[in-house]
């Protein structure tokens, strides 16, 4: 079991930047795959960004290509989502997750993190 703390979250203005961090504890974290999902409100949760366990291959959506960076610090057990240029429509409640791939992840959820985009 892996236990995941979301923080970095709150309210920023079109166009600017927010770093969200993912603390995990429990399991070996530098052996697994980390990923960045999100749930807008009245939408299902759907994918952000993931990265291997040695930081060197990333994965993101199309819709935060070119603006958000998922990064990783193995030494701290710590995932990392920088996200610049903002926009309302990233408004939502961010959650980390970790997996032996992607799309084989472990069971449970952290608490999330929301991040609001308004001016």
């Known amino acids: 079991q892996v236990q995941l703390v979301e923080s970095g979250g709150g309210l920023a203005q079109p166009g600017g930047s927010l770093r969200l961090s993912c603390a995990a504890s429990g399991r070996a974290f530098s052996g697994s795959v980390m990923g960045w999902f999100r749930r807008a409100p009245g939408k299902e949760r759907e994918f952000v960004a993931t990265?291997?366990?040695?930081?060197?291959?990333?994965n993101y959506a199309d819709s935060v290509k070119g603006r958000f960076t998922i990064s990783r610090d193995n030494a701290k057990n710590t995932v990392y989502l920088q996200m610049n240029s903002l926009k309302p429509e990233d408004t939502a409640v961010y959650y980390c997750?970790?997996?032996?791939?992607?799309?084989?992840?472990?069971?449970?959820w952290g608490q999330g993190t929301q991040v609001t985009v308004s001016s």
């Open positions: 990265i291997d366990w040695s930081g060197g291959t990333t």
């Open positions: 997750r970790a997996g032996v791939s992607a799309g084989l992840w472990f069971p449970g």
